[in-house]
């Protein structure tokens, strides 16, 4: 159960990290022109 909710927690974060990043560079790109 444990391994089952720390998987789910991993992608959960790489989700959101991924999102972050994107946003991070469209708000570069946003400054920047």
Do not use: C, Q, V
């Given at each position: 159960?444990?391994?089952?909710?720390?998987?789910?927690?991993?992608?959960?974060?790489?989700?959101i990290?991924?999102n972050?990043?994107?946003?991070?560079?469209?708000?570069?790109?946003?400054?920047?022109?």
């Open positions: 159960m444990k391994d089952k909710i720390r998987k789910a927690d991993e992608k959960t974060i790489d989700y990290g991924d972050l990043l994107e946003i991070t560079i469209e708000d570069l790109k946003e400054l920047l022109k």
